[in-house]
């Protein structure tokens, strides 16, 4: 397994979660890493990514809610949503790309459930 996610939950409208996706030690010089989420029904969106660099991006259903962060030297990328709403309802999932000498890469982690309902 290459990426490996945690933290997904029950959660009441309104409350937080903090989502954390760690990848395996043999994954080298990855540029992006992110989040992304599918609801039932619906198609896999983005939810925020973050560059090397720490350049971030957010959808904007989450913009002022959420915060990406990463730490490089530990291939892990967090996601911290506060205000959740019954629509952030999703199994999340995390990602991550680059390019080494054998070319391109990019990896999904397994999906976490978030469900935020009272």
């Known amino acids: 397994v290459q990426l490996q996610a945690f933290g997904g939950g029950l959660v009441q409208p309104g409350g937080y979660l903090r989502l954390s996706c760690v990848g395996s030690r043999n994954i080298f010089s990855i540029n992006d890493m992110g989040w992304y989420r599918q609801a039932p029904g619906k198609q896999r969106e983005l939810v925020a990514t973050?560059?090397?660099?720490?350049?971030?991006k957010y959808a904007d259903s989450v913009k002022g809610r959420s915060t990406i962060s990463r730490i490089n030297a530990k291939n892990t990328v967090y996601l911290q949503m506060n205000s959740l709403k019954p629509e952030d309802t999703a199994v999340y999932s995390c990602?991550?790309?680059?390019?080494?000498?054998?070319?391109?890469?990019?990896?999904w982690g397994q999906g976490t459930q978030v469900t935020v309902s009272s």
């Open positions: 973050i560059t090397r660099g720490g350049i971030t």
């Open positions: 990602n991550c790309n680059g390019t080494t000498g054998w070319g391109p890469y990019e990896y």
